[in-house]
């Protein structure tokens, strides 16, 4: 069993950074992939950025390829997700997700968070 805390939300300009934070508890934690999605309201869950246990591979959306960059720390059961130059269609609720196995762009995952509040204003 592995919980999920997300932390960082918050409410910024367009253009600002910000940085979101999943703290993991739970055992092996570093035996996991795991992944940032997004739903902004009236919309669909949608997958954000994975990384997989070793850190070594990541994957992004198309939406955030080269402004957001996902990130984990083992040793602290930590995932982290750099947000550079946010726009306002970036405003959603992010979830962080773990699953065995390899980092997939579904919503293929065994837990999740609760969320964080990502507000932009333009």
């Known amino acids: 069993q592995v919980q999920l805390v997300e932390s960082g939300g918050g409410s910024v300009q367009a253009g600002d950074s910000l940085r979101l934070s999943c703290a993991a508890s739970g055992r092996a934690f570093s035996s996991y992939a795991m992944a940032w999605f997004r739903q902004a309201p009236g919309k669909e869950r949608e997958f954000v950025a994975a990384?997989?246990?070793?850190?070594?591979?990541?994957d992004y959306s198309d939406s955030v390829q080269g402004r957001f960059l996902i990130s984990r720390d083992n040793a602290e059961n930590t995932v982290h997700l750099q947000m550079f130059g946010l726009k306002p269609e970036d405003a959603a609720v992010y979830y962080c997700?773990?699953?065995?196995?390899?980092?997939?762009?579904?919503?293929?995952?065994?837990?999740w968070g609760q969320g964080t509040q990502v507000s932009v204003s333009s």
């Open positions: 990384i997989s246990w070793s850190g070594m591979n990541t």
């Open positions: 997700a773990a699953r065995r196995g390899i980092p997939t762009t579904s919503n293929d995952y065994t837990y």
